[in-house]
C-alpha cells in the first residue's frame, strides 16, 4: 500500500461546481507535486512545492488551485472545469526538497470526471 | 531538457520467458533515471533508479535495469516474466525546472505476460 494517501478516490463533478482533491503523507517528505494522467499516457507535472512553499506551476490554468497548508498536506481546488480535465490526478512526495536522488512516492490518485 | 524514450508501445512475452522493456535518454550531464510500474486504476510504483555506481541495478519483484553509456539506454529486464507483472511500466529521468528537480516520464510501454 502506498504512503501516500489521496482523497477522495472517485469524483464526479460539473462545470460549475467547486472541489477539492486532497493529498497526505506522513514521511516528512519535504517535496509534494501533482501531476495529470491521461488514460494509457504519462503523468504530466502541474504543481511541485517545496518545503510548503509553491516552486513550479507549469503554466497550469488557473481553474486548478494548489494549495499546501502544512507539510504533509497538499490540497488542489477545481473550480469551472472542463470535460477535458477529466483525468486520474496524482500526488507525489519526495523526501529532500526537491531533490535529485530520490525517487518519487505516489498516491494511487484520485479518477476526476467533468460532466 | 532531459528527456526519455520507449520506443515500445507494447511488449508481448510468455509466462517463464525473460523480458525487456526498452528506454533511451538524452541528458546534459550525468543521468538520473527511473523506472516506474502503474497497476491498473493505481498510482506509479517505483522500481529502481540509476544514479552512479553499478551498471547493473537491481530493484523490487525481481526487476534489474542496466545502464549502457555508450548506448545511451536503460532497459529494464526481468529473468523469468509473470502473469502478474503485466502493467504498464514508465522510464522516467531527473530534470531541472527553474531550479528544482522534477521527473519526466517516457510514454510508457505496457507489458502482457501470457500464461
Known amino acids: 500500500d502506498t504512503e501516500v494517501t489521496q482523497t477522495p478516490k472517485h469524483l464526479v463533478m460539473g462545470m460549475t461546481n467547486k472541489k477539492s482533491l486532497k493529498c497526505e503523507q506522513h514521511?516528512?517528505?519535504?517535496?509534494m507535486y501533482w501531476y495529470k494522467q491521461k488514460a494509457k499516457k504519462p503523468p504530466e507535472l502541474m504543481f511541485v512545492?517545496?518545503?510548503?512553499?509553491?516552486?513550479i506551476n507549469e503554466s497550469v490554468p488557473s481553474r486548478f488551485s494548489p494549495e499546501c497548508p502544512n507539510s504533509s498536506l497538499l490540497n488542489l481546488h477545481l473550480h469551472a472545469l472542463q470535460p477535458e480535465d477529466s483525468a486520474l490526478y496524482l500526488c507525489?512526495?519526495?523526501?529532500?526538497?526537491?531533490?535529485?536522488?530520490?525517487?518519487?512516492?505516489f498516491g494511487n490518485g484520485t479518477r476526476l470526471t467533468v460532466t | 531538457a532531459q528527456s526519455v524514450a520507449q520506443p515500445e508501445d507494447q511488449v508481448n512475452v510468455a509466462e517463464g520467458n525473460p523480458l525487456t522493456v526498452k528506454c533511451t535518454y538524452s541528458v546534459s550531464g550525468n543521468p538520473y533515471l527511473f523506472w516506474y510500474v502503474q497497476y491498473p486504476n493505481r498510482g506509479l510504483q517505483f522500481l529502481l533508479k540509476y544514479i552512479t555506481g553499478d551498471n547493473l541495478v537491481k530493484g523490487s519483484y525481481g526487476f534489474e535495469a542496466e545502464f549502457n553509456k555508450s548506448q545511451t539506454s536503460f532497459h529494464l529486464k526481468k529473468p523469468s516474466a509473470l502473469v502478474s507483472d503485466s502493467a504498464l511500466y514508465f522510464c522516467?529521468?531527473?530534470?531541472?525546472?527553474?531550479?528544482?528537480?522534477?521527473?519526466?516520464f517516457g510514454k510508457g510501454t505496457m507489458l502482457l505476460v501470457s500464461p
Open positions: 514521511m516528512g517528505h519535504r517535496a
Open positions: 512545492y517545496s518545503y510548503e512553499k509553491l516552486s
Open positions: 522516467a529521468v531527473r530534470d531541472f525546472n527553474s531550479g528544482y528537480s522534477t521527473l519526466t
Open positions: 507525489a512526495s519526495s523526501p529532500e526538497g526537491a531533490g535529485y536522488n530520490s525517487p518519487l512516492h
